[in-house]
């Protein structure tokens, strides 16, 4: 039986209250904004690219908690890596939020902290807004660029 | 076991006279079953009420040894399926205080009663510079099909605003009710708010200027006795499963004027008197409005529901609902960083609210893992949760079978949320 605590463990709890790279961005390169109409949470997601590289990347939206921990905790672990490599790290922790398998050595270890959803179906969409935004942005040039 | 032996035994106590709680529930399967290795509380009855068994049996009876298609065979079999079929209508006409049954039609839910008369009643009627006034309190479903006819015959949507409290503000009613006017949609009671709103006293101003009433009854049939007399709706729709019976079934009430003028939305079986390729005439009301094979095992089903219902003791389940009403209110004002949205005077038996710093669905999830289901979203009613500004709230709803007992887990598991989000 999974309790609260295994859920909104401290990490979550943290990013949720102090979000990292919780701006909008001047000058981005690309920008996309996540929504699920379930729920009403939406939130925005800019990057600035260098070359093949995430140089930097940030976010702002409302959420609960794991939306929001979840795309905090993103921002941290694709920043300064390729495309590529963000890829494989979303298929990582898609796979272990969906419970199709453990994370496997792309995700940053700290990402961990949302094994948890696998037990609450209706939340592993809070958990992947933001990559699925992240993606959408990556996949999506600038019309303005 | 024990801690539903606890609640059991609170039921009894804090039952007000005239309603025998343990054995309400006792007719609730459910309500004994375990969630996350808690016992259930059940309060999310606004989005969909829990059946006693005699409603469940009736459906399986039908099913295991009456099933027949209906208005359809001259075998013994069918026609008794046709009789229980208007006997369900009949239920749903005692229920309502409506004049005739044909004035009864059978839909697949409230929704399905809305669009029918936006598309059979309004679409064909409405013209540009015509207005169909709504409140900020509806749910979506009284809100989109309305856009539906507004897009196809340029008439214009206007809204009656809601005061802070959670009410309609009638100051300025005689500025968004006038001459243009043709068709004014409200809640009977706010799903997200537990308001119950004066039909009556807007009917009047909207009749007096020639307009027609709407009142989507979906959360007020599971709490107040329904008088279509008192009440002056021209038309009132529902579902079967708010109100104890089976989803799939609910029903328009429309005067038989209005409905004898509607053209029909659906074609098919069973609404016809005479085809030709040439040219169709149409079955009378209520058959008019029912093509196809209706879910008639879902309407013996609601006319069970109906049943019951009109077998408690009302001014008993009134009391005691006002009574948990008030209970929550009083106990949820004692919970630190809890702010209630909806406040009227006039309440069923429901709490909206929210938790500072925390989301909805964040309280959803704790609550859950305690057992208590409760409702967190926008209630597929945007607009109210524009105007209070939040992006969704947390919903309590409760039914007949709920009791102070369960008013207590819920504030035990509110003050779980704090803990959890200290």
Redesign the interface.
């Known amino acids: 039986?999974?309790?609260?605590?295994e859920?909104?463990q401290s990490v979550i709890?943290d990013h949720n209250r102090a979000p990292r790279n919780y701006r909008p961005m001047e000058g981005a390169d690309r920008q996309a904004e996540g929504y699920n109409p379930?729920?009403?949470?939406q939130l925005k997601v800019w990057l600035k690219l260098d070359g093949d590289r995430i140089a930097d990347v940030s976010f702002q939206g409302?959420?609960?908690?794991?939306s929001?921990a979840s795309a905090s905790l993103m921002t941290t672990a694709v920043k300064g890596k390729t495309r590529a490599e963000a890829q494989r790290v979303f298929e990582s922790f898609h796979r272990m939020v969906t419970g199709q398998g453990g994370p496997t050595d792309d995700m940053p270890a700290r990402l961990a902290v949302f094994a948890g959803v696998r037990a609450?179906p209706t939340?592993v969409k809070?958990a992947t807004l933001s990559w699925h935004a992240l993606k959408s942005a990556l996949e999506t040039p600038d019309p303005a660029k | 076991m024990t801690l539903s032996s606890t609640r059991d035994r609170t039921v009894v106590e804090s039952a007000p006279a005239g309603l025998d709680l343990a054995r309400l529930r006792s007719e609730f399967p459910i309500l004994r079953t375990r969630v996350?290795?808690k016992p259930l509380v059940y309060l999310d009855n606004a989005a969909t009420s829990q059946k006693p068994r005699t409603v469940v049996e009736a459906e399986a009876d039908f099913s295991l040894l009456e099933n027949a298609n209906v208005h359809r065979g001259v075998h013994a079999l069918s026609q008794r399926a046709t009789a229980a079929y208007d006997r369900a209508r009949e239920e749903v006409r005692t229920f309502l205080g409506a004049s005739h049954a044909s004035e009864i039609v059978f839909t697949a839910g409230t929704t399905a009663a809305i669009n029918l008369v936006a598309q059979s009643y309004a679409r064909p009627r409405l013209r540009s510079g015509d207005e169909i006034l709504l409140t900020g309190m509806e749910h979506h479903s009284n809100i989109v099909p309305w856009q539906l006819v507004a897009q196809a015959t340029g008439a214009r949507i206007r809204v009656i605003p809601v005061t802070g409290s959670g009410e309609l503000d009638l100051a300025g009613l005689n500025e968004v009710l006038t001459e243009r006017t043709r068709l004014v949609a409200l809640a009977h009671v706010s799903n997200v708010l537990g308001t119950v709103n004066p039909v009556r006293q807007i009917a009047d101003r909207a009749h007096a200027v020639g307009a027609t009433v709407l009142v989507d009854g979906a959360q007020a049939v599971p709490h107040i006795r329904v008088d279509l007399e008192a009440l002056g709706a021209d038309f009132y729709a529902a579902s079967g499963h708010k109100m104890f019976g089976p989803t799939g079934i609910g029903f328009l009430y429309g005067r038989a004027a209005l409905l004898d003028a509607m053209p029909p939305w659906q074609g098919g079986g069973g609404m016809i008197q005479n085809v030709t390729f040439e040219e169709t005439t149409y079955a009378p009301v209520p058959a008019k409005f029912e093509a196809g094979t209706p879910p008639i095992a879902q309407a013996i089903g609601l006319g069970a529901a109906v049943r019951w219902l009109r077998s408690l003791d009302w001014s008993a389940v009134e009391a005691h609902e006002a009574d948990l009403l008030a209970y929550a209110t009083e106990r949820l004002a004692d919970v630190p960083g809890v702010r209630l949205i909806g406040t009227a005077t006039e309440k069923v038996s429901m709490v909206s609210f929210v938790v500072d710093r925390?989301?909805?669905?964040?309280v959803g999830?704790?609550l859950d893992?305690q057992g208590i289901a409760v409702r967190a979203?926008?209630h597929c009613a945007?607009p109210l949760?524009r105007h209070f500004g939040v992006?969704?709230t947390v919903r309590a709803s409760f039914a007949a079978y709920n009791t102070r007992a369960e008013v207590n887990a819920l504030i035990d598991g509110l003050l779980?949320v704090r803990k959890?989000?200290a």
């Not at chain 1, 039986?1 to 605590?5: I, L, Q, Y």
């Not at chain 1, 409302?62 to 794991?66: D, E, L, P, V």
């Not at chain 2, 925390?358 to 964040?362: C, F, Y």
């Open positions: 039986m999974p309790d609260a605590s859920l909104y709890l379930m729920c009403g949470d409302s959420g609960c908690a794991i929001k609450f939340r809070c | 996350h290795g925390v989301h909805p669905h964040d999830t704790v893992l979203s926008h945007q949760m992006a969704g779980e959890v989000f």
